[in-house]
């Protein structure tokens, strides 16, 4: 198994920035793809981004104000959100893609956007 545990959540103005990193450990052999994904409430999970062999991917949404990073000799990704708007909060879950377990997720991080 890939346990992944994410970090960084919180309560931001908008405008400002936070950093959110997530931890993979166990069976992490095999993981060719890290990312974040994102759920508001009511809303169906949706792709933040995504990170596979020196490629990324972003959401639309998340275009241009997002950043992911992977390092790979530590078993993280990081995800570092700027100019954030009311719309970004959601619960974040980190991603992972392995080629012998298929998709983790971790539990989710909590981000809040508000005056």
């Known amino acids: 198994q890939v346990q992944l545990v994410e970090s960084g959540g919180g309560l931001m103005q908008p405008g400002g920035s936070l950093r959110l990193s997530c931890a993979a450990s166990?069976?992490?052999?095999?993981?060719?793809?890290m990312g974040w994904y994102r759920q508001a409430p009511g809303k169906q999970r949706e792709l933040v981004a995504i990170?596979?062999?020196?490629?990324?991917n972003y959401g639309d949404s998340v275009k241009g104000r997002f950043s992911i990073s992977r390092d790979n000799a530590k078993n993280t990704v990081n995800l570092q959100m700027n100019s954030l708007k009311p719309e970004d909060t959601a619960v974040y879950y980190c991603?992972?893609?392995?080629?012998?377990?298929?998709?983790?997720w971790g539990p989710g991080t909590q981000v809040t956007v508000s005056s």
């Open positions: 990170t596979s062999g020196g490629s990324t």
């Open positions: 991603n992972a893609v392995s080629t012998r377990l298929g998709t983790s």
């Open positions: 166990g069976s992490i052999f095999g993981i060719y793809a």
